[in-house]
């Protein structure tokens, strides 16, 4: 009896057309939302898929393992619900819906091989959030992302940025709180200081009449710089040399 009722809870809870149904909403902007979350749903429910026209879709906090390639079915779907599953990987088929705006898979099992390279296909999706995973790298397809406006990664396994992040114009929020990012080695970056190797002092009479100018201008610019620097600088005084007065105020201070 016990074995018959793990077995169950291992096979999840059954959804029927019926059920699917009645878990109809109409969203505040007029919107059809399917809504299975928190069902204890272990396998995708076929049934589902006579309700394919729906707009958005909430598989959220199941047990679900996979997603079958025929979520590609639900072609009109603008918001795709998936977090807090047991998913591995997500089906190359995702790419298929165009219409897709807002995709989460946060707080999944999902590892950089998880994640095909389709998901640079949904060129309209605006929201992604990929936080509270395993995820190593980003697919370089996901710099086709332009659309993009918020990303989460937070919680994952990134050693340093994505470089597909630079490629999203239109990215304003980025979430990678919690990786164990590296920082940046500093002796491999270039030099922003233009150095020469090399200096050369030639005579006046050697210089073109152009740089004999310029030099001339630079040495009066410099002069003149200098000499304001010596008008404007005060006196210090140290040790002995300084005035009594100096003196008499910070004995009095000492005593």
Same mark, same amino acid.
């Given at each position: $009896?016990?074995?018959?009722?793990?077995?169950?809870?291992?096979?999840?809870?059954?959804?029927?057309?019926?059920?699917?149904?009645? *878990?109809?909403?109409?969203?505040?902007?007029?919107?059809? @939302?399917?809504?299975? =979350?928190?069902?204890? +749903?272990?396998?995708? #429910?076929? &049934? /589902?898929?006579?309700?394919?026209? %729906?707009?958005?879709?909430?598989?959220?906090?199941?047990?679900?393992?996979?997603?079958?390639? =025929?979520?590609?079915?639900?072609?009109?779907?603008?918001?795709?619900?998936?977090?807090?599953?047991?998913?591995?990987?997500? #089906?190359?088929? /995702?790419?298929?819906?165009?219409?897709?705006?807002?995709?989460?898979?946060?707080?999944?099992?999902?590892?950089?091989?998880?994640?095909?390279?389709?998901?640079?296909?949904? @060129?309209?999706?605006?929201?992604?959030?990929?936080?509270?995973?395993? +995820?190593? =790298?980003?697919?370089?397809?996901?710099?086709?992302? @332009?659309?993009? @406006?918020?990303?989460?990664?937070?919680?994952?396994?990134?050693?340093? %940025?994505?470089?597909?992040?630079?490629?999203?114009?239109?990215?304003?929020?980025?979430? $990678?709180? *919690?990786?164990?990012?590296?920082?940046?080695?500093?002796?491999?970056?270039?030099?922003? /200081?233009?150095? =020469?190797? &090399?200096?050369?002092? %030639?005579?006046?009479? &050697?210089?073109?009449?152009?740089?004999?100018?310029? *030099? %001339?201008?630079?040495?009066?610019?410099?002069?003149?710089?200098?000499?304001? &620097?010596?008008?404007?600088?005060?006196?210090?005084?140290?040790?002995?040399?300084?005035?009594?007065?100096?003196?008499?105020?910070?004995?009095?201070?000492?005593?």
């Amino acid at each position: $009896m016990v074995k018959g009722k793990q077995k169950a809870e291992s096979q999840g809870k059954k959804i029927t057309l019926k059920v699917a149904r009645n *878990s109809l909403k109409m969203t505040v902007d007029g919107k059809r @939302r399917l809504d299975l =979350s928190n069902m204890q +749903i272990a396998t995708f #429910p076929r &049934c /589902i898929l006579k309700l394919a026209d %729906v707009e958005e879709l909430d598989l959220s906090r199941n047990l679900l393992r996979r997603i079958p390639d =025929s979520i590609s079915l639900f072609s009109n779907l603008r918001w795709l619900d998936l977090h807090s599953n047991q998913l591995e990987e997500v #089906p190359e088929s /995702i790419g298929r819906l165009h219409n897709l705006v807002y995709l989460n898979l946060a707080n999944n099992r999902l590892g950089s091989v998880g994640l095909p390279d389709e998901i640079g296909l949904l @060129r309209g999706l605006r929201k992604l959030n990929l936080g509270l995973n395993r +995820i190593e =790298s980003l697919p370089p397809a996901m710099s086709a992302l @332009r659309e993009l @406006r918020e990303l989460g990664l937070f919680n994952n396994m990134l050693t340093r %940025v994505p470089p597909c992040l630079r490629n999203m114009p239109k990215l304003g929020r980025v979430n $990678m709180q *919690s990786n164990p990012i590296r920082p940046p080695d500093r002796s491999k970056e270039p030099d922003p /200081i233009q150095r =020469s190797r &090399c200096m050369y002092l %030639v005579q006046e009479d &050697c210089l073109c009449g152009a740089c004999l100018k310029q *030099s %001339v201008e630079w040495r009066l610019w410099l002069d003149k710089r200098r000499s304001e &620097c010596l008008h404007h600088r005060k006196p210090r005084f140290t040790g002995l040399l300084t005035p009594n007065s100096v003196v008499l105020q910070n004995q009095a201070l000492l005593r």
